[in-house]
């Protein structure tokens, strides 16, 4: 560590602001250096001085005298303390509890409201317009109002060859195994 | 804080004036002391150390007991300093434009900013006192002079700085340093100037 690191950390080093590894490693350093001891005999003569100077002076300041006391005091005394700027009161613990429970059962009818609308539009099968049925091939046995059947089978027709292919499915559209 | 602080704070929302009385009794002197520093001028430190006081009472219901009383007040008056300098500095701005304006310069007699310049801008209250810590204080930059004040002559902590002035402890650490060495170099300057002057003659 070179004199001018130390020079500048000097300032705090002696009312003992640094931390504890700069102390350490300064400490260290004034050791084997007269040049830095010297430099901190200088600033630390140089704060007692002015610090003495500031107690001298002080001692020579004037008090506030008492007709100055005394009329600032009456001063205060026509004052209001707290009455301007006051934050508002506190809610009373009753009614507090009143507003949690509300926000709660409003929180609560929201989710349920979400819950139902979002339901409605998941738990609803698609169904198959008349085409489309015809389409893929749900047997007329199959079709139960407002449910999927227990088997779709699905047939696929290619019109320039007559080739068709069947797939037979479960209601959860797994197949069972393929035919023809 | 101590608990008969804390009492005196209740008794004094409670509507004792008394009790603020007594709760500012005890700390007047140091408050005027900090508020000469902060200006450097006794009539202005007096109206600063006043106002802080009222204010303290009109806003104790603010007053948070876990500070400390006298950083609260500490606080108050740091904010009273830095806004009656900025009035000042503004104040003198708007004076220099007027006299630019009319063709005359009301500092003529000054020579820059400098010791000198300190004994004119003095006022006769003060010029009674001896001024050599002022001198000394008036060579520092604004947040210097208000944090060597508040570690150095006050006695505050690193934090307690920092609380007061609202800043951080690493500007605190920053502007303290900076302030020592200028106060180092200054004193050392003088005192080398004038020994060598002494050998001179």
């Known amino acids: 560590m070179n004199c001018k690191r130390v020079r500048a950390k000097l300032a705090l080093y002696i009312s003992d602001d640094l931390s504890r590894r700069w102390q350490a490693k300064i400490d260290a350093h004034l050791k084997g250096c007269p040049d830095c001891q010297l430099e901190l005999k200088n600033l630390k003569e140089a704060l007692v001085g002015i610090k003495e100077a500031d107690r001298a002076e002080s001692r020579s300041l004037p008090d506030w005298g008492r007709t100055r006391w005394d009329e600032l005091m009456k001063e205060i005394s026509r004052t209001e303390t707290g009455r301007k700027g006051r934050p508002a009161p506190p809610v009373e613990p009753r009614k507090r509890l009143a507003y949690r429970l509300a926000a709660a059962a409003g929180l609560f009818i929201l989710v349920l409201a979400g819950y139902f609308m979002i339901g409605e539009f998941r738990l609803r099968p698609s169904r198959p317009q008349a085409a489309e049925k015809e389409a893929i091939g749900i047997p007329e046995g199959s079709r139960q109002s407002g449910s999927l059947p227990e088997r779709i089978e699905m047939v696929f027709r290619l019109p320039e060859s007559g080739v068709q292919v069947v797939w037979i499915l479960d209601r959860n559209f797994n197949p069972e195994g393929v035919k023809k | ?201």
């Open chain 2, 1 to 201: 804080m101590d608990e008969k602080e804390k009492e005196l704070v209740r008794r004094a929302l409670a509507g004792e004036n008394s009790a603020f009385e007594e709760l500012a009794l005890s700390y007047r002197q140091s408050l005027l002391h900090l508020a000469y520093r902060m200006t450097g001028n006794m009539e202005e430190a007096m109206d600063i150390a006043q106002e802080t006081l009222l204010r303290s009472f009109k806003y104790l219901h603010r007053f948070n007991p876990e500070r400390g009383f006298r950083n609260w007040l500490f606080q108050i008056a740091a904010n009273q300093c830095r806004d009656f300098g900025r009035r000042k500095e503004a104040e003198k701005r708007y004076r220099q434009k007027i006299s630019g304006l009319n063709g005359q310069e009301i500092n003529a007699g000054n020579n820059g900013p400098g010791i000198k310049a300190v004994f004119h801008e003095a006022s006769p209250a003060t010029s009674d006192l001896k001024l050599d810590v002022n001198r000394y204080l008036n060579r520092l930059g604004p947040k210097e002079r208000r944090v060597f004040i508040l570690r150095d002559l006050e006695g505050l902590s690193i934090g307690e700085t920092a609380g007061v002035l609202g800043i951080s402890s690493i500007s605190v650490r920053v502007n303290l340093s900076s302030a020592r060495k200028k106060i180092k170099q200054l004193i050392l300057g003088l005192e080398e100037g004038a020994s060598g002057r002494g050998e001179a003659k």
